[in-house]
């Protein structure tokens, strides 16, 4: 079974950094867009970062210049570099990605379960 697992999670205070890390584990061929997402108390989920295989990246606006994302297609892997952190990027964040199980090219899309993300002092 394709699960997504997060960790790195937890609470910092304003100015301060995390890391969160997202590893793809059971038997598949090949990913292709791996994301974060998050979602606030009472907000819609949103787009934090996203990369392609190729590295490609897209980032939401409230979080360039202060998040990175990368990935590793070995280990795959999706990390998210969390830098200069605010009270309002508080959220659960999501790994997202697109999984080809079998090799036919056809992608199904995953989440993860969630890690949190408390930013205050």
């Known amino acids: 079974q394709v699960q997504l697992v997060e960790s790195g999670g937890g609470l910092v205070q304003p100015g301060g950094s995390l890391r969160l890390s997202c590893a793809v584990s059971g038997n598949i061929f090949s990913t292709n867009r791996m994301a974060w997402y998050r979602q606030a108390p009472g907000k819609q989920r949103e787009l934090v970062a996203g990369i392609n295989r190729s590295g490609s990246t897209s980032y939401g606006d409230s979080v360039k210049g202060r998040f990175t994302v990368s990935r590793d297609n070995a280990k795959r892997t999706v990390v998210l570099q969390m830098n200069s952190l605010k009270p309002e990027d508080t959220a659960v964040y999501y790994c997202?990605?697109?999984?080809?199980?079998?090799?036919?090219?056809?992608?199904?899309?995953?989440w993860g379960q969630g890690t949190q993300v408390t930013v205050s002092s």
């Open positions: 997202n990605a697109d999984i080809d199980k079998y090799g036919t090219t056809r992608y199904n899309n995953y």
